[in-house]
């Protein structure tokens, strides 16, 4: 696929898949076994995956509209930056937390890798915290202070592994 044809793939997955929960959508635009490099808690690998998030948000944001604000590719990758806005009127799983009814404005980005003309891989970013700000469900600062100190007490006696770089393979 030359760029313009993965721009145009990339605007309909976030207006037709996110925008109005068609997961009908996603399955012509989305490998099968699509690697999310960024799943959140929870989520099934694959194309199952995608979907799965999708009705996660949508249920929890059922009025969510997006925007696209960038979308640049050089045909084998896409790059994609939105505003989504929308209110809390339904539970939001990810987070174990009843609808708040308050209305939201988020940012986050999508790098996609294209193969046999579906995108096979995605990195993301969401603001969450910003969007749990929004929501009126960010932390106290005794809470985040707490936790801290007990994430400290556990990596001291199980250190992480150094991460290996995200995209090396595609340099």
Do not use: C
Request: hydrophobic share 40%; aromatic share 8%; net charge negative.
């Amino acid at each position: 696929m030359d760029a313009p044809e993965l721009e145009s793939l990339y605007r309909r997955w976030l207006s037709e898949v996110w925008g109005h929960g068609r997961t009908d959508v996603a399955r012509e635009l989305l490998a099968a076994d699509l690697i999310d490099h960024n799943p959140v808690p929870g989520q099934p690998p694959g194309l199952d995956g995608h979907n799965w998030a999708v009705a996660m948000v949508r249920r929890a944001f059922p009025d969510l509209r997006f925007a696209a604000d960038v979308v640049v590719s050089d045909g084998q990758f896409v790059v994609g930056r939105w505003t989504m806005t929308g209110t809390n009127t339904g539970s939001f799983d990810l987070f174990g937390l009843p609808p708040t009814g308050r209305p939201v404005t988020m940012t986050g980005q999508e790098i996609f890798r294209a193969h046999d003309g579906k995108f096979a891989e995605i990195w993301h970013q969401e603001d969450a915290p910003g969007m749990l700000r929004q929501l009126g469900l960010e932390p106290p600062p005794v809470i985040m202070r707490l936790a801290a100190r007990r994430s400290a007490r556990r990596y001291r006696r199980h250190p992480l592994p150094a991460a290996d770089p995200v995209m090396s393979d595609y340099a």
